[in-house]
């Protein structure tokens, strides 16, 4: 699984379906990763999904 270092550079259709697939806003990811660990947070579980 891809994880950019900037997700807000996200393309818009990608931002849309994974809102949709989350039951989200799309706004609602644009505060993704302000929390410093999130991100790393993320990508732990991530890893172990895989």
Request: net charge positive; no cysteine.
């Amino acid at each position: 699984m891809f994880v950019p270092d900037d997700v807000a550079s996200a393309p818009p259709a990608a931002v849309v379906r994974v809102a949709e697939r989350l039951g989200v806003a799309p706004a609602a990811l644009r505060l993704y990763g302000k929390r410093d660990q999130t991100r790393s947070d993320h990508l732990g579980l991530i890893a172990k999904y895989l």
